[in-house]
């Protein structure tokens, strides 16, 4: 079974504080994304990685940054931690091609206050 | 037009009904097509994936209708514990996903 496991799962932080949200797979997958969560909104990517070093934008990057320096971990950070970042944050990794399948960490829900 | 559209219910059915619920997606490239389940607060979960015209598991039928657009899901013989929210996606054949914003269904005892 592929394991995606993400650091905290409940995290409060303070406005203006640096956040650090770490994910881990164990499946040698090529692909891993950062997705927020938010009522009525749905799930919206925020950064993705198809590669170590490798990092797109998805939908709604403003705020964050990413780092893969290896391939089973994928790190968000929020460098200035604002309360419309408080969300619920979710990893998933999955292999390369076009029929690949993502598979999620359990999430973190982060308040900021 | 939003690219994946779902209904967002909630479907009440009694526990033992069949339901179905579709989603309708905008690019008519997109090859791959999943069904997620999510539970209250807690990540999404692979159901189902469409990769041609349908596929069945136990009591769950995904089907396809490139014509139209839309893929479906239906559940038979529903189980209180199918309660949950019910997520369309559909790679648009690059590295991303498009989420639908999810279908909630509740079985009633």
């Known amino acids: 079974d592929v394991k995606v496991t993400q650091s905290s799962r409940y995290l409060v932080k303070r406005t203006g504080e640096k956040v650090f949200l770490e994910c881990v797979q164990d499946?040698?997958?090529?692909?891993m994304f950062w997705y927020r969560q938010d009522p009525g909104l749905g799930l919206r990517l925020i950064y993705f990685?198809?590669?170590?070093?490798?990092?797109e934008k998805g939908d709604i990057p403003e705020g964050y940054s990413v780092s893969r320096e290896k391939k089973e971990r994928f790190s968000l950070i929020l460098e200035s931690a604002s309360t419309n970042q408080t969300s619920m944050y979710l990893c998933?990794?999955?292999?390369?091609?076009?029929?690949?399948?993502?598979?999620f960490g359990p999430g973190t829900r982060l308040t900021v206050t | 037009r939003k690219e994946v559209e779902q209904d967002p219910g909630p479907f009440n059915v009694p526990e033992g009904a069949t339901v179905a619920f579709n989603c309708t997606y905008s690019?008519?490239?997109?090859?791959?097509f999943f069904w997620y389940r999510q539970d209250c607060r807690k990540e999404p979960k692979l159901l189902m994936s469409v990769y041609s015209s349908g596929n069945e598991d136990g009591r769950f039928t995904a089907q396809l209708n490139r014509a139209s657009q839309y893929i479906s899901l239906l559940i038979r013989d529903s189980k209180l514990s199918d309660s949950a929210t019910y997520l369309c996606?559909?790679?648009?054949?690059?590295?991303?996903?498009?989420f639908g914003t999810g279908t909630r269904l509740k079985v009633l005892a």
């Open positions: 690019n008519s490239a997109s090859q791959s």
């Open positions: 998933a990794s999955g292999s390369k091609g076009v029929y690949y399948e993502q598979y």
């Open positions: 996606v559909v790679p648009p054949g690059t590295y991303k996903y498009i």
């Open positions: 499946m040698d997958h090529e692909n």
């Open positions: 990685s198809y590669d170590v070093k490798m990092k």
